[in-house]
């Protein structure tokens, strides 16, 4: 993977926006409810160069890898979780993943997405139209992949996940997911908030957590702000006893290279690698769909492939 823009214009800037770029984890009400919040300005900065995204792509997709970002939260070892979203809407869709080591990567499936007039509000639903969410767990010691579906209720990434859980998973739960643009459309600051109920959690103590969450101010904002995320938990619930486990980083990252890209190109059928081969053009190009990250192949690289898969030609 090739980052196009790393976030930040020195070396020390960029080291200093990675390190901000985090996941926190906490208990609330003695452990019956657990929080993820997270900063992940760099993250989406560094999405938004690599696919080239414009506001409204940027917020369609920011707001699906804060989702992903925090539902990996309690992820182990290899485990990974996706989101994937069919819809009839001018976005078409989409694909996130996250893994347990913070690391996130995704797509959309339209870009740019289609307008017929300027955006004017954050209201994405008429863009999603009607249309699936699929959660899909991969579980390393799992003999397969667990994947819940709902429909799209509300065109809200936010709502729509908190519907998956509450559908899905019978568990209630609450995301509030913030991005935030400067007046020359720059992304600025990037969070996202996560509360889901523990078994013992009485449905007065998550009606009132639901209600605190949509009181928060704007996590793109404070984190605009550099305030610390710890602070603003221990802050806006310090009445709900909030208790840190554990933070880690988050980092936009995709593990393709040159080499795999290569391994697909050799599992082409035999007409099309000849059909590359004799007519081109040249270099290749081949872009990883997650990262868009673009892989050139000249003409000698195409023969040596195809003269290692069919020898005999």
Do not use: W
């Not at 996940?161 to 509450?166: E, P």
């Amino acid at each position: 993977m090739q980052k196009k823009k790393p976030y930040g214009e020195t070396l020390k800037e960029q080291l200093l926006a990675g390190a901000r770029d985090r996941l926190y984890n906490f208990l609330l009400a003695d452990g019956a409810v657990r929080g993820v919040i997270l900063n992940a300005t760099r993250v989406v900065n560094e999405m938004r160069a690599n696919h080239e995204l414009g506001i409204l792509e940027t917020l369609v997709l920011g707001r699906a890898y804060l989702g992903a970002a925090l539902m990996s939260a309690d992820l182990k070892n290899n485990d990974r979780i996706s989101i994937k979203i069919d819809c009839s809407g001018p976005v078409k869709g989409l694909v996130v993943e996250a893994n347990a080591f913070g690391e996130v990567r995704g797509f959309l499936k339209r870009v740019p997405i289609p307008i017929d007039k300027p955006v004017e509000s954050f209201d994405l639903s008429p863009f999603f139209g009607a249309g699936f969410l699929l959660v899909t767990k991969y579980i390393e010691d799992a003999k397969q992949p667990f994947t819940g579906q709902v429909m799209l209720k509300y065109g809200n990434i936010a709502k729509d996940l908190a519907n998956y859980y509450l559908t899905s998973e019978q568990v209630p739960t609450a995301f509030n997911l913030s991005i935030k643009f400067d007046t020359e459309g720059r992304v600025t600051g990037a969070g996202g908030l996560f509360l889901q109920a523990m078994p013992r959690a009485d449905d007065e103590l998550a009606g009132s957590l639901e209600e605190r969450v949509t009181d928060l101010p704007s996590l793109g904002e404070v984190f605009t702000e550099d305030k610390d995320p710890e602070n603003l938990i221990a802050a806006a619930f310090k009445d709900y006893s909030p208790r840190f486990l554990a933070n880690h980083r988050i980092e936009f990252m995709c593990h393709c290279n040159q080499e795999r890209v290569r391994n697909l190109l050799t599992l082409l059928p035999i007409d099309e690698l000849e059909d590359i081969r004799d007519k081109g053009p040249f270099p290749v190009e081949i872009c990883c769909q997650s990262c868009n990250t673009p892989y050139r192949f000249t003409r000698e690289d195409i023969i040596e492939i195809y003269g290692k898969r069919y020898p005999h030609n």
